[in-house]
């Protein structure tokens, strides 16, 4: 039994390992990403003091507001680790500090009962450290050449468990929808999310005020019923990553329309799931391209 489970375990292994182009290539967008795109902190600065309410757990000792000086340190700091991330300086360890940065940027911002969805993204360095996103197109790997001490190899294990982060994560989603009544069939709880976004004049969707009055129940409990499937199955798949990939697929459908519908974004999750992808996107640029393989019809053989 354990043999098998061992094997089972080594296939998934492989079947997740990353080249180390495509990961180098991830790195450098990661970088870019939160270089480009950073969250906003110095808004913290001018909440007033009885709206910190921290959460319970790493961030429950925050008893004041941050002064400005130490978010604009913040923000400087993380400038300057994405950007260490993008040249592939010291990766593993600017890996590591990233992550911990972003969570307490994140665990900051929450302490005003404004909790987002970053968590995942903010693992990314983490776990694509230790599968060798360092190990090509940095300056890690031109010291390392320079040394003779050349290793371009990627581990997999890293990468599965990423995957299985993530299916925790989303299954710890919809356990509080399946408890919540969400199975519930005269209950319909995505219109009422639209509902009350609608009225409360909070930020909607495209499509979320113009779907609302689509007054067919049978449509609305499939979506309840979909949201479950689509957050609390991906788990299931975390060793078998040609279904992952699928039901990632069907995940980022998902979240598309919960941008459509109810304005939330998910576009950070493109390099959360990006992984995931790379063996078949080094397929694909692997395949050789048919005229350089086969002489086409009035084409001279050279012998």
């Known amino acids: 039994m354990i043999a098998g489970l061992e094997a089972i375990?080594?296939?998934a292994v492989d079947g997740y390992r990353a080249d180390g182009r495509f990961l180098?290539?991830?790195?450098?967008?990661?970088?870019?990403?939160?270089?480009?795109?950073?969250?906003?902190?110095?808004w913290i600065a001018s909440v007033p003091q009885d709206f910190l309410h921290p959460r319970p757990g790493a961030f429950s000792f925050i008893d004041s507001i941050p002064s400005l000086g130490f978010l604009v340190?913040?923000?400087?700091?993380?400038?300057?680790?994405?950007?260490?991330?993008a040249a592939g300086v010291f990766t593993v360890p600017v890996s590591?500090?990233?992550t911990v940065t972003l969570i307490t940027a994140s665990g900051i911002s929450y302490s005003f009962s404004?909790?987002?969805?970053?968590?995942?993204?903010?693992?990314?360095?983490?776990?694509?450290?230790?599968?060798?996103?360092?190990?090509?197109?940095?300056?890690?790997?031109?010291?390392?050449?320079?040394?003779?001490?050349?290793?371009?190899?990627?581990?997999?294990?890293?990468?599965l468990l990423f995957a299985m982060t993530i299916g925790w994560a989303m299954l710890s989603a919809a356990v509080p929808k399946a408890l919540g009544g969400w199975f519930d069939p005269s209950r319909q709880a995505t219109r009422g999310y639209i509902a009350t976004d609608v009225a409360t004049g909070d930020k909607l969707g495209p499509l979320g005020a113009w779907l609302l009055p689509f007054d067919f129940d049978?449509?609305?409990?499939?979506?309840?019923?979909?949201?479950?499937?689509?957050?609390?199955?991906?788990?299931?798949?975390?060793?078998?990553?040609?279904?992952?990939?699928?039901?990632?697929?069907?995940?980022?459908c998902f979240h598309v329309g919960v941008y459509l519908t109810l304005g939330i974004s998910f576009l950070d999750y493109t390099l959360v799931y990006a992984v995931f992808f790379a063996p078949v996107v080094m397929w694909v640029a692997r395949r050789p391209r048919r005229g350089a393989t086969r002489p086409g019809r009035g084409s001279v053989r050279l012998t």
């Open 9 to 11: 375990v080594a296939r």
């Open 24 to 42: 180098a290539a991830l790195r450098i967008a990661y970088g870019l990403w939160v270089i480009v795109l950073p969250v906003d902190l110095l």
């Open 73 to 85: 340190a913040l923000s400087v700091v993380r400038f300057i680790l994405a950007l260490l991330l």
């Open 96 to 98: 590591l500090l990233l």
């Open 114 to 159: 404004k909790v987002d969805h970053f968590i995942l993204f903010e693992l990314v360095p983490v776990f694509l450290a230790f599968a060798g996103w360092g190990r090509r197109w940095s300056v890690d790997a031109l010291i390392a050449r320079r040394r003779g001490a050349v290793n371009e190899s990627t581990r997999g294990l890293p990468i």
């Open 218 to 252: 049978p449509f609305w409990k499939l979506m309840d019923y979909a949201t479950l499937a689509a957050e609390g199955l991906l788990i299931v798949f975390v060793f078998t990553p040609l279904l992952f990939r699928c039901w990632l697929l069907l995940l980022a």
